[in-house]
């Protein structure tokens, strides 16, 4: 039973299949294989930008960090909610890739930025001249670090407090976003300029595309993706991955999301405390440090986010985190709520 992370679940059938089509004979190299061009076409239309860049990673890190360095200077503030996974668990990758620009945090109790919050964080830059950092791109992670997602409203309001200033999706969780939401992928970037399309976490072995709205940004990633050490040269195995993730990305989702529905109303049926509210595929149960200990020692895989279980201390709380992917079964659930 491992609710641990969706990077710790299989390749999704439909991607190994793809990789297996892939893997015959010889094919351009460095993203110069028939298949990129498909998959370019395909999130061209599923985002609505037909004039888009499109181009693929191993690495949500790598796809955040060289699509910021693209938006942003040096000397820049770059604006993130605090609980972004740009700031909590990319070793400082953005302000590697960037050459120096500062990410700049926003309260985000929920792990969404209020925009009334982004608009007083933006405001405070530019106030001393050269001596200070210069007001750079917004990045949103959506699903939130937190498991909460932003609305369309509040994905426009952040446009409004954002002005003219670039707008970035931190997308690793994109799928799980858009089938909480029900609606389109077009509506959902209506009002950004780049996106980190995510699918390692729901099924591929590790494939990200950066799409920027605007193509004057293409030749700039190339060479930041190159310099930075993240261009395959047998490109294919990415676009092989991204094409057989296109055609079960979206049920994947739909599938993780009823499932951490389920595990909530078991666990909330059994009195156990939900932190935040569960709008993807992420959950934050408060549970008894004596019990995550015991949940541990039967085999299930959770991580504690806030404090650390101790058997000296079997009554204190701790807030766990549990994620469910597109393998996670109905039985899974029974099971770990069998044994609380």
Not at 8 to 13: A, E, I, K, L, R
Not at 137 to 153: K, W
Not at 277 to 291: D, K, Q, T
Not at 294 to 313: K, M, Q, T
Request: charged fraction near 25%; aromatic fraction near 8%; charge should be negative.
């Amino acid at each position: 039973m491992n609710f641990a992370s969706d990077n710790t679940g299989p390749v999704h059938p439909k991607v190994w299949e793809a990789l297996r089509a892939a893997d015959e004979g010889h094919a351009g190299a460095y993203g110069a294989e028939l298949e990129m061009e498909a998959v370019g076409e395909r999130l061209r239309e599923l985002l609505g930008w037909p004039d888009a860049s499109v181009r693929l990673v191993a690495t949500g890190t790598a796809g955040n960090s060289l699509a910021l360095a693209c938006l942003a200077k040096p000397w820049s503030a770059i604006f993130c909610s605090e609980d972004a996974h740009v700031h909590k668990d990319e070793c400082n990758a953005p302000e590697f890739f960037t050459g120096g620009a500062k990410l700049t945090l926003v309260p985000s109790p929920d792990g969404r930025m209020a925009p009334g919050d982004l608009a007083a964080a933006i405001a405070r830059e530019e106030a001393r001249g050269v001596h200070g950092p210069q007001r750079g791109p917004v990045t949103v992670t959506q699903a939130t670090e937190l498991g909460t997602v932003h609305s369309l409203d509040h994905l426009a309001a952040l446009r409004g407090a954002a002005g003219k200033l670039p707008l970035h999706m931190d997308g690793a969780r994109f799928a799980n976003a858009l089938v909480s939401l029900g609606c389109g992928p077009d509506e959902m970037v209506r009002d950004f300029d780049a996106v980190t399309f995510g699918a390692t976490k729901n099924g591929a072995m590790g494939v990200e595309a950066v799409v920027f709205q605007d193509p004057s940004h293409d030749w700039e990633f190339q060479l930041r993706r190159k310099r930075g050490a993240h261009l395959f040269s047998k490109h294919r195995y990415l676009s092989a991955q991204m094409a057989g993730y296109l055609d079960v990305w979206e049920r994947n989702a739909r599938h993780a999301n009823a499932m951490a529905t389920a595990l909530v109303d078991g666990l909330q049926g059994k009195g156990i405390e939900i932190a935040h509210a569960v709008e993807a595929n992420l959950l934050f149960p408060r549970l008894p440090a004596g019990e995550v200990l015991r949940l541990w020692d039967a085999g299930v895989r959770f991580y504690p986010w806030e404090g650390e279980p101790s058997e000296d201390r079997p009554e204190e709380t701790v807030l766990c985190r549990m994620v469910c992917g597109w393998t996670t079964t109905e039985e899974e659930i029974e099971g770990l709520l069998g044994l609380l």
